[in-house]
């Protein structure tokens, strides 16, 4: 079981003010789906802040390990307002967690995991990671393949994301499985996953808690994508690449570009020398990745 203190939270985090935040995110009830192991060792919970984020806390050979995934905890390297509310979830509840752990009535997300040898990030081995997005004139969406020699597809985004999230390793064929004790994902691809993860935590709280029938965006293979998260999709893969489907014609390693359009425009003098005629060139080059023509493929 971890043991805490308010000083020892207040010295983890970045500064006051941060851990200033995390009571009030602690006192305002912002924690949701707070797990832990058989040994009382390893936590997990959901922390909504601006979105919602996924806060991991394990005691590893006396060591207090946290992550978080929000942009403020990879910034700044001390523990995020996030992780400070948990950690204090932690210790005004540790009288109630113990009594479970004795009881054997903790819940457990960590059955697989929590019997493996422990692997810091940095020795893990990441995977490749391939990104589809097929975009027509009713819907957006995007699809992924990973692996490590070969890609494979994955069929569930939502089943891999439950899957990781409960130590289990996901199988994809006979070459290739994902084991969340010895892979990981690689620096460049953590935006992405962060992106995807985002959508993913906060679709499952809609349709779960939802008093109504709620339409889910992540299904089977497929995240369908909102304007407003194309336009974030858009700002993650910026410097990266991926493949893109637009009205069933593929493009392959395209590369995001924030510049004018490569079109020209003329005026010309109509016949009678009174009218003025707008003329578009090279405009059959360039074609609108979304209804609204925010974005564009040339």
């Known amino acids: 079981m971890i043991q805490l203190t308010d000083a020892e939270i207040k010295n983890r985090c970045e500064n006051d003010s941060v851990y200033k935040r995390g009571i009030e995110y602690y006192l305002a009830g912002r924690i949701h789906n707070f797990t832990y192991n058989k040994a ?49 979830y932690i210790k005004n509840n540790q ?26 990030d940095e020795l893990k081995q990441p995977v490749n990671i391939e990104v589809t997005l097929e975009s027509d004139q009713l819907n957006t969406s995007l699809s992924l393949r990973m692996g490590i020699d070969k890609l494979y597809v994955v069929k569930s985004i939502k089943k891999f994301f439950d899957d990781i999230d409960e130590g289990m390793v996901v199988e994809f064929g006979k070459g290739f499985s994902f084991d969340p004790s010895v892979n990981t994902f690689k620096d460049e691809d953590m935006k992405l996953i962060k992106f995807l993860r985002e959508i993913y935590e906060i679709d499952k709280i809609n349709t779960e808690n939802s008093y109504y029938r709620v339409d889910s965006v992540v299904s089977g293979k497929y995240v369908r994508l909102t304007p407003s998260n194309l336009e974030k999709f858009i700002e993650v893969m910026n410097g990266s690449h991926f493949n893109l489907v637009l009205d069933g014609k593929s493009y392959y390693d395209v590369d995001v570009a924030f510049e004018d359009l490569p079109i020209n425009f003329k005026l010309e003098k109509g016949n009678n020398g009174k009218n003025l ?22």
Do not use: W
Request: with cysteine; hydrophobic share 40%; net charge neutral.
């Open 40 to 88: 009382g060792t390893v936590f997990q919970a959901f922390v909504m802040g601006t979105s919602l984020y996924r806060v991991m806390v394990q005691r590893y050979h006396g060591e207090l390990y946290t992550s978080c995934t929000c942009p403020a905890k990879a910034k700044y390297g001390g523990d995020c307002k996030h992780i400070a509310a948990v950690l204090m």
């Open 277 to 298: 005629r707008l003329i578009v060139e090279e405009i059959e080059k360039v074609r609108a990745l979304d209804r609204k023509g925010n974005f564009f493929c040339v």
């Open 95 to 120: 009288a109630e967690i113990e009594d479970n752990l004795k009881n054997k009535v903790a819940y457990d997300l960590f059955k697989e995991f929590e019997e493996r040898e422990y692997i810091p």
